[in-house]
């Protein structure tokens, strides 16, 4: 409930950054128009912080965000930003959200943009953050938005691979994204059969886990190997040679790269990303900033950004028991 303690906020920013993700227009899109059906002046903020720290905003209306639902990418563009990592910098940033009359950023990315938006928030700068990664590697939410659209992007090209390697007998080695995390990777193996994966969660001894598994399955008959590397564990092109090296079965590698992170975001990320956008804006609408939006038991919830922080997460041991049964 409202009373003189709260704050009144009036206006907000809106950003992306870091990594781009499908599925983030579907976000600027819904805090644009949950913004504005609140009564909220919303500024859509370009290229993530180095935007934010340079004034480059303009207010955004429903108009504005129409025919981005389906639309890869961030049309407000994202950015590494060297000079916002700087004192002086995050000083700028907040000074110029002054200059434009923000009161909240609403900053939609991964766990580096977090970490920006909290040094903005202890600066008197209030934020919320929205969940958007294809990596899903938050720890303070089960689920981050692009993350399914890569999955089935990877899932798609996976398939295609398979294809051509049970035409040659071959051995298909496929690196993807996942910076330190094996979420896609887990995943996806899951969801294309493959032989092996390969996840920074998972221990693994080579000789045992992929070429003597290999041999076996050769041996019992099979014509072709999905093995599947997330960038976090290893490289494929090093994979595919040693395999081949070692066990004669003819390896190729592919990085399957920014491909993962294009595309038209699926049903779920444009969903999930519509709910997260709204209760961002639900968050300032009743004077709640510094919140994180997360989504826990597979509900959309808001945490204490600095609690949120400090949460962490991994692949659980359930999910790996089910996938090594149904490997080889
Ligand atoms: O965080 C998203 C991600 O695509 C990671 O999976 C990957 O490690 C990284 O970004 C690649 O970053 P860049 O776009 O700078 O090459």
Do not use: W
Not at 153 to 168: F, N, P, Y
Not at 203 to 224: I, P, Q, S, W, Y
Not at 294 to 307: A, H, I, N, R
């Amino acid at each position: 409930m409202a009373d003189s303690a709260t704050p009144r906020y009036t206006s907000i920013g809106v950003l992306t950054s870091g990594g781009d993700a499908p599925g983030m227009n579907a976000a600027i899109r819904a805090v644009v128009r949950a913004g504005n059906y609140y009564g909220l002046r919303v500024y859509g903020i370009h290229k993530g912080y180095h935007g934010l720290l340079r004034g480059e905003m303009e207010v955004l209306t429903n108009r504005s965000v129409s025919e981005t639902l389906q639309r890869g990418g961030t049309f407000l563009q994202t950015a590494r930003s060297k000079e916002f990592m700087t004192e002086d910098g995050l000083q700028k940033a907040v000074s110029m959200a002054r200059v434009f009359g923000v009161d909240v950023v609403v900053v939609i990315g991964g766990d580096g943009s977090y970490r920006g938006a909290l040094d903005l928030s202890k600066r008197g700068l209030p934020v919320i953050g929205l969940p958007g990664t294809i990596d899903n590697d938050i720890g303070n939410t089960e689920y981050t938005i692009g993350y399914d659209t890569a999955m089935n992007t990877a899932m798609q090209a996976i398939d295609k691979l398979r294809d051509t390697a049970s035409s040659h007998e071959r051995c298909s080695v496929i690196e993807l994204m996942g910076r330190g995390a094996g979420y896609i990777a887990h995943n996806v193996g899951m969801a294309c059969g493959a032989e092996i994966v390969l996840i920074p969660e998972k221990e693994t001894d080579f000789d045992r886990d992929v070429l003597k598994a290999m041999l076996e399955a050769r041996n019992r008959g099979k014509k072709h190997y999905i093995v599947i590397v997330a960038e976090g564990k290893g490289d494929a092109v090093e994979i595919a040679a040693r395999i081949e090296a070692s066990t004669g079965i003819e390896a190729r590698a592919t990085i399957l790269g920014h491909i993962q992170r294009g595309g038209s975001p699926t049903l779920r990320d444009r969903v999930m990303a519509s709910h997260m956008g709204v209760r961002a804006v639900e968050c300032v609408v009743q004077g709640r900033a510094d919140r994180i939006v997360s989504v826990q038991g597979g509900k959309v919830v808001d945490l204490d950004l600095q609690e949120a922080m400090a949460m962490t997460k991994t692949i659980s041991e359930e999910e790996l028991r089910v996938a090594q049964i149904l490997s080889l």
